[in-house]
């Protein structure tokens, strides 16, 4: 989960885990460190060739935009197939679109009342334990 507010960060995973979902999750309040836990010390993100990873991702970020990441991650050999799930304020449809062509698999936009948020990520929550995803080349 790439995402700068803690706040949202919070409440994000403790709906998916509401909804049944045990997998280990890891957080990230910058692209920088982000990119560097997928991309590993070479740069190259065979560090995790295999590894079955879905990131989660806010395009508002302190020291880059989502869209960085995003091209970063579809663009990596072995990074491509890993599914990204955008999950930001932005609601902008030249930005949506932008996001699915450079081949993000979900974008949601986070409502901006509480009540809104926590069901869109209880649903999101039910959406993975419901989804495979697929294994790296």
Request: aromatic letters at 6%; a negative charge; charged letters at 25%.
């Amino acid at each position: 989960m790439i995402e700068d507010d803690e706040g949202h960060a919070r409440l994000i995973e403790r709906n998916i885990r509401r909804a049944g979902v045990n997998n280990v999750i890891e957080s990230f309040r910058d692209g920088t460190s982000a990119l560097a836990a997928l991309l590993g010390p070479d740069g190259s993100g065979e560090i995790n060739a295999g590894r079955p990873l879905l990131i989660l991702l806010d395009l508002n970020l302190p020291d880059m935009t989502g869209i960085d990441i995003l091209q970063k991650v579809k663009s990596n050999p072995h990074l491509r197939r890993s599914p990204v799930v955008i999950l930001t304020t932005t609601d902008d449809q030249r930005e949506i679109q932008r996001c699915y062509d450079l081949g993000c698999n979900v974008y949601i936009t986070k409502p901006v009342n509480y009540e809104g948020f926590a069901n869109a990520i209880r649903q999101l929550g039910l959406f993975f334990s419901v989804m495979q995803v697929p294994e790296s080349a």
